[in-house]
Antibody, heavy 114, light 107 residues
Framework: EVQLLESGGGLVQPGGSLRLSCAASGFTFSSFPMNWVRQAPGKGLEWISSISGSGDTSYYAGSVKGRFTISRDNSKNTLYLQMHSLRAEDTAVYYC???????WGQGTLVTVSS | DIQMTQSPSSLAASVGDRVTITCRASQGIRSDLGWYQQKPGKAPKRLIYGASSLQSGVPSRFSGSGSGTEFTLTISSLQPEDFATYYCLQHSSYPWTFGQGTKVEIK
């Protein structure tokens, strides 16, 4: 059974940093591209980043480019999202998503507030 | 960037109704589109991939059609558990983009 378990969310001050993790199981992790998608409270879904199976190619939404970094450790079956210079508008539930959306984690809430 | 225009933004329907939701892409995306259902407090669940292929385990009352720039999600006979918000997602090119969502409510 495919499982994606996000962690690392929490309350952070504006300008702060946070690293999210997504532990994957139930499939050959290195064979699949992975993604982060977020949802601000009461709002729609927003794709923010993707990374290839090998980790050598990544893509970002303009809203996070230069502030967020996606990475993966295939030996640990774990996906990461390093977030810097956080803003109030980054407040959202962050979902880890496999390939083209077949599987989603339960999400982790990031709140940026002073 | 490819814009996905989803309509309607909300609709009220009764159990047993046929429901249709549309997504229009600002440029051609072949069949690189999925449909998702989201219930409050839950992660989205994929219903349709490749514009028209039914995700395993999803009831056959859900169907998808279209290619290029016009796509449709149809629920042939709305059931109580189908009241939710639906989104389309294009993954033809980066940045991936979602439609704005359609909230299906009870009439």
């Amino acid at each position: 059974e495919v499982q994606l378990l996000e962690s690392g969310g929490g309350l952070v001050q504006p300008g702060g940093s946070l690293r999210l993790s997504c532990a994957a199981s139930g499939f050959t992790f290195s064979s699949f591209p992975m993604n982060w998608v977020r949802q601000a409270p009461g709002k729609g879904l927003e794709w923010i980043s993707s990374i290839s199976g090998s980790g050598d190619t990544s893509y970002y939404a303009g809203s996070v480019k230069g502030r967020f970094t996606i990475s993966r450790d295939n030996s640990k079956n774990t996906l990461y999202l390093q977030m810097h210079s956080l803003r109030a508008e980054d407040t959202a539930v962050y979902y880890c998503v496999r390939d083209w959306g077949a599987f989603w984690g339960q999400g982790t809430l990031v709140t940026v507030s002073s | 960037d490819i814009q996905m225009t989803q309509s309607p933004s909300s609709l009220a329907a009764s159990v047993g109704d046929r429901v249709t939701i549309t997504c229009r892409a600002s440029q051609g995306i072949r069949s690189d589109l999925g449909w998702y259902q989201q219930k409050p407090g839950k992660a989205p669940k994929r219903l349709i991939y490749g514009a028209s292929s039914l995700q395993s385990g999803v009831p056959s009352r859900f169907s998808g059609s279209g290619s290029g720039t016009e796509f449709t999600l149809t629920i042939s006979s709305l059931q109580p558990e189908d009241f939710a918000t639906y989104y389309c997602l294009q993954h033809s090119s980066y940045p991936w983009t979602f439609g704005q969502g359609t909230k299906v409510e009870i009439k």
